[in-house]
């Protein structure tokens, strides 16, 4: 099956600076990624997403960028601000199939006023 | 517009006693999922569901049992709980297996004690 791999588990950035969370997939067959970002005692909700037809996609200070060939994609937060704090999790899917989400394991980002 | 709910959203259980977490949503999405969110392991894949009577084992199914006769409720039952079982548990739908978004409900933390 799919494995998802996440780093960093944990990332600490001063408010403004830009933070990146990486992961890397097993699949290549897997065709759709989703960023989640969970609230302390909410559900995951989903903040953006990619497709492997896509190389990279914008919306506004975030965005994320796929590697197909190194089966690897990125979450970039710019100007980072303090309700930025939250787990982030990616995801691999491969829509059409199986279709059994795979999420990393999160990375909890903090950010300091 | 009500969207995925979780009910108990706490339940404090001994061990041995069965538990049953309900999760209903009101989209008639045909897939359904439920995840165990633990510290260190991120989310991980208990039971899925792909539509009204057919269910299938996720990552960690073992002393969990589901049940699907509507398409909008998706329950899961600790048979007799253990206290490994303490967790955060999310259910979550998605429309259909065409890499939709996929909707979490807000948790149900459940200790065993």
């Known amino acids: 099956g799919e494995n998802v791999e996440q780093h960093p588990s944990t990332l600490s950035v001063q408010e403004g600076d830009s933070a990146v969370i990486k992961c890397t997939y097993s699949?290549?067959?897997?065709?759709?990624f989703p960023w989640y970002k969970q609230e302390l005692g909410k559900g995951p909700q989903l903040i953006i997403d990619?497709?492997?037809?896509?190389g990279e996609k914008k919306d506004q200070r975030i965005a994320v960028t796929l590697n197909k060939t190194a089966k690897h994609f990125s979450l970039h937060i710019t100007e980072t601000q303090p309700e930025d704090s939250a787990v982030y999790f990616c995801?691999?899917?491969?829509?059409?199939?199986?279709?059994?989400?795979?999420f990393g394991r999160g990375t909890s980002l903090i950010v300091h006023p | 517009d009500a969207g995925i709910t979780q009910s108990p959203r706490y339940k404090i259980t001994e061990t041995g006693r069965q538990v049953t977490l309900m999760c209903h949503q009101t989209?008639?999405?045909?897939?359904m999922f439920w995840y165990r969110q633990d510290l260190g392991h991120g989310l991980r894949l208990i039971y899925y569901?792909?539509?009204?009577?057919?269910?299938d084992k996720g990552e960690v199914p073992d002393g969990y049992v589901v049940s699907r006769s509507k398409t909008e409720n998706f329950p899961l039952t600790l048979e007799s709980a253990t206290r490994s079982q303490t967790s955060v548990y999310f259910c979550?739908?998605?429309?259909?297996?065409?890499?939709?978004?996929?909707?979490f409900g807000e948790g149900s933390w459940l200790t065993v004690v």
């Open positions: 979550a739908s998605s429309q259909d297996k065409a890499g939709n978004t996929i909707y």
């Open positions: 569901s792909a539509a009204a009577d057919i269910t």
């Open positions: 990619i497709r492997s037809n896509v």
């Open positions: 989209w008639s999405h045909s897939y």
């Open positions: 995801a691999a899917i491969l829509s059409g199939g199986s279709y059994i989400p795979t």
């Open positions: 699949d290549s067959a897997s065709n759709y």
